[in-house]
């Protein structure tokens, strides 16, 4: 029988001391999901690997976030948490015996004295321990198949999915410690990125550095990492990493995170190869985007904060010769949104692009984006205990440049400025911060600062 190892970047001890009370906080949330839905148990599937098309091997396993919630299990399919009120949780543990590959490890750690564990060799010996009254189950999952619900035909249903997708967007304690330790995970790997970056290495050498660092492959990092020198950082998802370094490198936009059990950081960084005029564009840039992190509190209108957003960019347009007239006017035309496209930010958590963050309430009514700002990815007011991104952006984007042709903006934009800053790409900082009543926890900048 092996015992699991622990990363060198996860503190058990800090994650132990939290996990009863978030194990108390799902109790109560899969009570209420199982009451409105007017079920008695909910049948929580780990996933199932998914074959490649006309192969015989299986894309990366992602293990269903709603399994992963509740125990730090990222590599376990065909496995079910049993949960019914009142009773101690069943974890259907599969440990499969198989020569072509290594079996997951024995069950150890903190987080098992929570659960009846019961171990199977066969993912069809699950059936023995869902309860016979299939009608009074739901099932959470995906399903390529329906073998895998065992007969439950209440699959994800709405009224139980809002309430626990509701619920996702306040994090406990022990979420917020997995996110503090993937920040300092990730920070130690933009560190490196940057050094890679200054050597004049090329993005597949900085990608490796940072991964080596963090001690993540490719399939274990929590987002596929944007790696762009020079005007590939003004590829928002820039999904390439050239392999011969740049001929005269300029810039780096990196955008990478870590995860610890699931629970993602999600950073962003850009950086000037020498000092001059785009460091110090970059240097007036981050401290807009901490005058954003400023603005961050509870109760604070999310939408409002991306709205104010783009009137802190019409001013550096202007302040930087990118763009003239009025902040009215760059806003209402549309300047802004050429230079910034995207949305401020998203919630975080065992996803990335956490679930929730257009919802009012609990039974699934929807709080709307403001009108033109359809990449917006929260909407909710900000609540104690939300762990987001604040993410503003500037990039030359020549296709969207190019639809202001003919247009009153178009007027607006100093071109020749334009023309100059192109070789740049763009700047992206992005910081993650758990709200709080007053203001926010920096969890990017608190992890960066550990490193001085």
């Given at each position: 029988m092996r015992c699991m190892t622990t990363s060198i970047f996860i503190d058990d001890t800090a994650l132990a001391t939290h996990y009863a009370a978030h194990i108390t906080a799902l109790h109560k949330r899969h009570d209420l999901a199982l009451e409105a839905a007017g079920a008695g148990h909910a049948i929580i599937f780990s996933g199932a690997p998914i074959p490649v098309f006309l192969d015989d091997y299986y894309y990366s396993f992602k293990a269903n976030p709603h399994f992963v919630s509740w125990l730090p299990l990222i590599k376990l399919p065909y496995s079910y948490l049993i949960y019914t009120p009142g009773e101690k949780t069943v974890l259907v543990y599969y440990q499969e015996q198989d020569y072509w590959h290594s079996p997951p490890e024995d069950p150890q750690g903190y987080w098992t004295p929570y659960f009846d564990i019961r171990v199977i060799r066969e993912p069809g010996q699950a059936a023995q321990f869902i309860p016979e009254a299939r009608e009074k189950c739901i099932?959470?999952?995906?399903?390529?198949?329906?073998?895998?619900?065992?007969?439950?035909?209440?699959?994800?249903?709405?009224?139980?999915?809002?309430?626990?997708?509701?619920?996702?967007?306040?994090?406990?304690?022990?979420?917020?410690?997995?996110?503090?330790?993937?920040?300092?995970?990730?920070?130690?790997?933009?560190?490196?990125?940057?050094?890679?970056?200054?050597?004049?290495?090329?993005?597949?050498?900085?990608?490796?550095?940072?991964?080596?660092?963090?001690?993540?492959?490719?399939?274990?990092?929590?987002?596929?990492?944007?790696?762009?020198?020079?005007?590939?950082?003004?590829?928002?998802?820039?999904?390439?990493?050239?392999?011969?370094?740049?001929?005269?490198?300029?810039?780096?936009?990196?955008?990478?995170?870590?995860?610890?059990?699931?629970?993602?950081?999600?950073?962003?960084?850009?950086?000037?190869?020498?000092?001059?005029?785009?460091?110090?564009?970059?240097?007036?840039?981050?401290?807009?985007?901490?005058?954003?992190?400023?603005?961050?509190?509870?109760?604070?209108?999310?939408?409002?904060?991306?709205?104010?957003?783009?009137?802190?960019?019409?001013?550096?347009?202007?302040?930087?010769?990118?763009?003239?007239?009025?902040?009215?006017?760059?806003?209402?035309?549309?300047?802004?949104?050429?230079?910034?496209?995207?949305?401020?930010?998203?919630?975080?958590?065992?996803?990335?692009?956490?679930?929730?963050?257009?919802?009012?309430?609990?039974?699934?009514?929807?709080?709307?984006?403001?009108?033109?700002?359809?990449?917006?990815?929260?909407?909710?007011?900000?609540?104690?205990?939300?762990?987001?991104?604040?993410?503003?952006?500037?990039?030359?984007?020549?296709?969207?440049?190019?639809?202001?042709?003919?247009?009153?903006g178009d007027k607006l934009i100093n071109h020749s400025v334009v023309d100059h800053l192109r070789p740049y790409g763009g700047i992206r900082i992005e910081d993650n911060v758990r709200i709080t009543d007053s203001g926010c926890e920096n969890l990017t900048r608190d992890a960066f600062a550990k490193l001085l």
């Amino acid at each position: 029988m092996r015992c699991m190892t622990t990363s060198i970047f996860i503190d058990d001890t800090a994650l132990a001391t939290h996990y009863a009370a978030h194990i108390t906080a799902l109790h109560k949330r899969h009570d209420l999901a199982l009451e409105a839905a007017g079920a008695g148990h909910a049948i929580i599937f780990s996933g199932a690997p998914i074959p490649v098309f006309l192969d015989d091997y299986y894309y990366s396993f992602k293990a269903n976030p709603h399994f992963v919630s509740w125990l730090p299990l990222i590599k376990l399919p065909y496995s079910y948490l049993i949960y019914t009120p009142g009773e101690k949780t069943v974890l259907v543990y599969y440990q499969e015996q198989d020569y072509w590959h290594s079996p997951p490890e024995d069950p150890q750690g903190y987080w098992t004295p929570y659960f009846d564990i019961r171990v199977i060799r066969e993912p069809g010996q699950a059936a023995q321990f869902i309860p016979e009254a299939r009608e009074k189950c739901i099932f959470i999952g995906e399903l390529q198949d329906p073998s895998p619900a065992m007969g439950i035909e209440r699959v994800n249903p709405n009224t139980a999915m809002n309430i626990l997708h509701y619920g996702r967007g306040v994090k406990s304690d022990y979420e917020i410690e997995c996110m503090r330790q993937a920040s300092m995970r990730a920070a130690v790997g933009h560190v490196a990125a940057e050094k890679a970056f200054r050597a004049g290495k090329s993005e597949f050498d900085i990608h490796m550095s940072y991964c080596a660092t963090v001690g993540h492959d490719e399939t274990e990092l929590p987002y596929g990492s944007i790696v762009g020198v020079n005007q590939n950082g003004a590829v928002l998802h820039y999904q390439h990493r050239a392999i011969q370094p740049a001929p005269k490198p300029l810039s780096l936009l990196i955008d990478a995170g870590a995860q610890i059990h699931r629970y993602a950081s999600d950073i962003t960084r850009t950086y000037a190869f020498a000092e001059g005029e785009f460091a110090d564009l970059i240097s007036a840039f981050e401290a807009l985007q901490l005058g954003l992190v400023a603005e961050v509190s509870a109760g604070v209108d999310y939408a409002d904060l991306h709205l104010l957003t783009h009137r802190k960019i019409a001013k550096f347009l202007k302040d930087h010769d990118i763009a003239t007239g009025s902040e009215d006017a760059l806003v209402d035309e549309g300047v802004t949104a050429a230079f910034f496209p995207h949305g401020l930010g998203h919630l975080l958590g065992v996803q990335v692009h956490d679930v929730g963050g257009f919802m009012a309430d609990s039974t699934g009514k929807i709080i709307e984006r403001p009108s033109d700002h359809a990449t917006l990815r929260l909407t909710r007011p900000l609540q104690t205990n939300m762990v987001l991104t604040i993410e503003p952006g500037l990039y030359i984007i020549d296709l969207l440049l190019q639809k202001m042709t003919g247009l009153a903006g178009d007027k607006l934009i100093n071109h020749s400025v334009v023309d100059h800053l192109r070789p740049y790409g763009g700047i992206r900082i992005e910081d993650n911060v758990r709200i709080t009543d007053s203001g926010c926890e920096n969890l990017t900048r608190d992890a960066f600062a550990k490193l001085l």
